[in-house]
Every structure is written in C-alpha cells, then in structure tokens.
C-alpha cells in the first residue's frame, strides 16, 4: 500500500476512526455497564456493607475499585512521557498504539470472567488494569499522531470529527447492550423457569422465579457486553492501522538516555513555568480543581448505584444507563454554552462560575436520594463536565508563552491531570473506606473546588 501524504482525506478519517473503535470502552465499561456488573456481584452478600478481600486486605467494593483505578492512572502518569519519547526517538508509535489497543481490548474480553472470590478476585482486577491501561495508554500515541497526519487547520475539525465518530459509535453499542441486559430474551438468554413451578407455584411465586431468570440472563448478558466491547475495539482498529504510517524509522537503539528523555523534558517545561507566573497559578488551579472533577466522573455510577433508592435491579440498571446518555448528550450542549460565556466573560470568569456549580453539585450530591434526583444531578454535571474540560484544555493552550515545543508543554499537562486524578481517587477511596460511606466522599470534594476558585482568583490577567 502507498504511503498517504499528510493532509490526505482518507488519512485523516482512518485516524479519526480510532475514536470510533476505541470510545465504546469509555461508554460501555468505564461508565456504564461495568459498574452495574460489579456491584451485582455482590447481591447474594447479607451485610449492609459491601466487602471484598483482596492483596490481604478487607475493602468496601468501591473502595476497592477506586484505589485500583488510581493506581492504573499513577501507572500512566509516569510511563507515558517514556514511552512517547521512545516512540518519537526510535519511530514505530505505530506498534505501540496497537500494542496498547490489543491489551486494552484483551482486558475487556477478560472481564467476562470477573469474579469476587479470594481464589479469582486478582486476575479479575488485572484485566480491570488491562482495559483501562490499554485505552489510556493507546490514546497517547493516538492523539500524538494528530500534528503527523494533520496540517494545522486541518487539526481542529479532524479533531472534532472524530470525537463525534467516538461518541455515535460508542452510543450505538451502548444502545445494543442495554437492550440485551433489559430485553435478554430477545437475543437468546434463557429466562425459563422449572414445569414444577409453573404447574404448582402461586403467582408470586411464579413472578418471583421469572424475575430471578430474568435477572440472571442480564447479567450473563453484562458479561457478553464486555466481549462486544474488546471485538468492537480491535476489529474496527484495524481500518486505522491500516492507514496510519508505522513512524518514520530512525534506526535508533533505545538507551537509557532515550528511556528518560521524555522526563527530562517535563523537568525542562516545569523550570520554564517558574518564570511564567499566569501559567504557573494557572496550573496550580487546574491540578486542584481538575482532581475534584475527574474523581466525580469516574466514580458518578458507583454513587448512583449504592447511594440512590431505585427499587429494583432492572429499575437500577435503566436508571443509571440513562444517567449516563444524559451526561454524554448535556455535555454537548454545556461545552457549546461554556465556549460562548467565555468569549463574552473570559476564560477565567468562566471557569470561576464553573467550580462555583461543581461545588454546589457536592452539597447536592450529598443530600440526594431519590432517581429523580439522580437524573437532575446528571444534567447538572452533563451542563459542567464537557464545559471545564474544553475550557480547562484552551485557557491553558491561550496562556502558553511562544514556543514550537508545545508537545512537551502538553505532556505536562496530561501527567499534570493524571496524577491529580490518582490524589483524588486515593482521597475519595479513603474516606469511603474509613467512613462506609461514599456521600462523605462526595462532599469532601467540595473544598477542591473551593481551593480551585481561590487560585483561579489569584491568576494575573496579563
């Protein structure tokens, strides 16, 4: 096959379409169906308290998954700018995006056996590890690719492009999967119960073994979701691996130089940020209050699920994938209101109004216990999530002092926001831990925004 030109139409789509095939894991696994699976796992148990032994220890279930998650993102933080600089020094990024794109989607395939028992309960979390390192790892390469393929007009509305392809593909297998977990029948999950019951059981009772098979094919069907969602993401990769060039091959060997280059480099960009007081508070702001907003995102189902009075399991289940198209719909239109407030206001006021609603989301989040509420709660963060994270990302592109070295810039950026997601979810992990609660956890994030206002107040206008 030629090698396409950079600017090339077909190009630029083949990139933008790892986005289709990769989105379904956020979507599906970290948002949405996962979360669902995981807390079912623990239905049978009679303690009002949901526990799970493992690495010796005796955690809440939430806890648990909160700490491996920060874990994974402590594991990203720092390999990331290695593995980037080796990528661009030695020139085969494209192996590496597959190589993280095959572990993320093998991950995936694994959770099909994901179990809670001491004997099963490792390996479990390792293929957890492995699609949520897998996706976070490949997009790395994947976004470094953009100034390769892209001239620089060309690189906003090929972004743009493929975050819309992301979003429709991971919102129709999301579609397919719910209806599969409410409606199992329907592709082949057997919800039939015993004659005995049928010829001699009363009603309820009749009723009561129906929704136990009922029950039982959805969460067979949660775990087929899981597979849908690594063949999904491998498969339709390969269109972009197919057009994508492998890197332009330098013939390097790697080194231990080559190896801590791209921390070097960090080191470099954080002297530069010294003399930079606007950035610099800037930045102390975002680490603040992106850490308080990262930790709601990624532990908003594990709240609605244990926290909100839904009634029933199928009620919980539709209710919080609901939730979930919610904030992914809202969050369109709050980016779009967000980017108008500030071209009028400007970035910092903005995002100052910004925090001022996530901190009264906490207070809210705190008190709310009804679907309703939930549902309300969602729109709220849809309306705000999508707004701070563009504008968080812009303000800090507008603020940069004139350099051609952006990518380290922005490497920073990201490892910035990594390890101030891991603080967070350390933080909310332990206080659901040492509490049992994880509405503790959710209030405590308020003084994040609050500290986030005060630096955001304190960054010079010039």
Known sequence: MAVLEKGNKKLLNAWAFYDWANSVYTLTIASSIFPIFYSALF???????????????????????????????????????????IADYVGNKKNFLKFFCYVGSAGCIGLYWFDITPDKIHLSLLFYFMGLIGYWGSLVFYNSYLPDIAFPEQQDSISAKGFSMGYLGSVLLLVLNLLMVMFPHWFGFDISISNTILESGSESEINEALKTA??????????????????????????????????????????????????????????????????????????????????????????????????????????????????????????????????????????????????????YAYMMKTPMQFYIAAGFVGMVMGGVQSLARSTYSKFLPETEDTTSYFSFYDVAEKIGIVIGMVIFAFIDQITGSMRNGILFLFVFFLAGIILLFRVPKK
């Open 43 to 85: 239905l049978k148990t009679t303690s009002q308290v949901k526990t799970v032994f493992a690495f010796g220890i005796e955690f809440k279930s939430t806890a648990l998954i909160t700490f491996v998650t920060a874990f994974t993102f402590l594991v990203v933080a720092f390999t990331s700018p290695i593995l980037s600089g």
């Open 214 to 363: 009922k029950d039982k094919a959805s969460f067979e069907a949660m775990k087929i979701a899981f597979i849908t969602v690594g063949v999904w993401w491998a498969l339709f990769s390969q269109y972009s691996f197919y057009y994508l060039p492998k890197g332009v091959s330098s013939g390097h060997k790697v080194t231990k130089a080559v190896i801590f280059n791209g921390l070097k480099e960090l080191q470099q960009v954080w002297k530069q940020l010294k003399q930079n007081l606007r950035l610099k508070r800037y930045l102390y702001a975002f680490f603040v209050f992106s850490m308080a907003v990262q930790t709601i995102m990624l532990v908003a189902v594990y709240f609605g699920e244990e926290e909100i009075s839904w009634g029933g399991e199928s009620e919980k289940t539709m209710g919080l994938i609901v939730s979930v198209l919610v904030i992914q719909l809202v969050a369109i239109l709050g980016a779009f209101l967000t980017s108008k407030a500030s071209s009028k206001f400007g970035n910092i006021k903005t995002l100052i109004a910004v925090n001022f609603i996530w901190m009264a989301l906490c207070f």
